[in-house]
């Protein structure tokens, strides 16, 4: 009779037993299906990593190789149309007409005259002015 005695105990045994094996099991599981997302989420990033530089590789190659644009026949600087040029003249910055140093490119609302005055010179004999 002790053998019915212990059938409780044994029961309880046996599903400790079980329940571990179950926990085992799931964390095993789990680690592979971390694995498998961790590969396939590598494997996709690859994908559009090479998907991307095929697609704007060839695009940034050309925009950086060709900085003029031709326009009817004349060249045309795509970053005039940002930044537009005014050219000096005897009324608008006359110290700087033939100077190597003048810039011109207007920015928002600002003309930049070049570095070392940016907005000109007050009289008509820069001291910076070169040919």
């Known amino acids: 009779m002790s053998d019915m005695e ?3 105990k044994d029961l309880i045994e046996w599903v400790e037993t079980v329940t571990v094996a179950v926990e085992d099991f799931f964390e095993e599981v789990s680690h ?4 498998v997302a961790e590969d396939i989420q590598d494997e996709i990033v690859r994908d559009i990593e ?3 530089e095929v697609v ?3 695009i940034i190659e050309i925009s950086i190789e060709e900085e003029r644009i031709f326009w009817d026949g004349e060249t045309f600087d795509p ?3 940002l ?6 003249t005897s009324n608008v910055h006359p110290a700087c007409q033939g ?7 207007i920015y928002g609302r600002s003309l930049l005259v070049c570095a070392m005055h940016p907005h000109g010179w007050d009289d008509l004999h820069c001291p910076d002015w070169e040919k």
């Open 83 to 88: 930044s537009p040029k005014l050219d000096p």
């Open 79 to 81: 970053d005039s149309m």
């Open 32 to 35: 592979i299906a971390e694995e």
């Open 99 to 105: 100077c190597c140093h003048y810039h011109g490119h």
């Open 6 to 8: 212990d059938w409780p």
């Open 56 to 58: 704007f590789d060839p």
């Open 50 to 52: 090479q998907f991307l």
